[in-house]
């Protein structure tokens, strides 16, 4: 089998080792000073969390409020990131390592359970002041785990975190 790679072509010779270096120490310089352009605004966390607590209390109220609440709500999800993309330019959906990973699982197997609770309080006689509960872990959670996960997730994306290994090994 051939090598495609022609010898003469210069744009198709791998660099040395040194270049490659060079270039590696290039994406991680970059890596860093877009983690300094990544703070989320002090807005974003105590909304978001107040419409994770109205979607739960939204379930609790009666028909016709509940029914125009509950769609505000969860829409006013994907505005708030549409906000916060055009207003700052940067977005990331992902966490950036193994620790931001952990506090965004925590956050989740901490919210799921309230929008679980949500739904057995709609469907069962159980009263419905008991969504209050669940409303109140879904507004204290990205309050508390959201500036969290930012902190470890600029840490990783700097490559500044103890627990990541940005050489690619």
Same mark, same amino acid.
């Given at each position: 089998?051939?090598?495609?790679?022609?010898?003469?072509?210069?744009?198709?010779?791998?660099?040395?080792?040194?270049?490659?270096?060079?270039?590696?120490?290039?994406?991680?310089?970059?890596?860093?000073?877009?983690?300094?352009?990544?703070?989320?605004?002090?807005?974003?966390?105590?909304?978001?969390?107040?419409?994770?607590?109205?979607?739960?209390?939204?379930?609790?109220?009666?028909?016709?409020?509940?029914?125009? #609440?509950?769609?505000?709500?969860? #829409?006013?999800?994907?505005?708030?990131?549409?906000?916060?993309?055009?207003?700052?330019?940067?977005?990331?959906?992902?966490?950036?390592?193994?620790?931001?990973?952990?506090?965004?699982?925590?956050?989740?197997?901490?919210?799921?359970?309230?929008?679980?609770?949500?739904?057995?309080?709609?469907?069962?006689?159980?009263?419905?002041?008991?969504?209050?509960?669940?409303?109140?872990?879904?507004?204290?959670?990205?309050?508390?785990?959201?500036?969290?996960?930012?902190?470890?997730?600029?840490?990783? #994306?700097?490559?500044?975190?103890?627990?990541?290994?940005?050489?690619?090994?």
């Amino acid at each position: 089998m051939e090598n495609d790679m022609s010898v003469g072509d210069p744009a198709t010779q791998r660099p040395s080792a040194a270049q490659a270096r060079e270039a590696l120490a290039s994406l991680r310089a970059d890596d860093a000073t877009l983690a300094e352009r990544l703070v989320t605004p002090r807005w974003y966390y105590p909304l978001l969390g107040a419409i994770v607590a109205v979607i739960i209390v939204s379930q609790a109220l009666p028909s016709p409020a509940s029914l125009i #609440l509950l769609p505000v709500a969860i #829409l006013a999800l994907p505005a708030l990131v549409v906000v916060h993309r055009r207003r700052h330019g940067l977005w990331f959906s992902l966490p950036a390592g193994p620790r931001s990973r952990r506090v965004y699982r925590i956050m989740m197997m901490i919210l799921v359970p309230c929008f679980v609770a949500m739904v057995v309080v709609k469907v069962t006689p159980v009263p419905y002041g008991w969504v209050l509960l669940p409303a109140a872990v879904g507004l204290v959670t990205p309050l508390v785990l959201g500036p969290r996960y930012d902190e470890l997730f600029r840490q990783e #994306l700097a490559g500044t975190s103890a627990g990541t290994d940005r050489a690619g090994a």
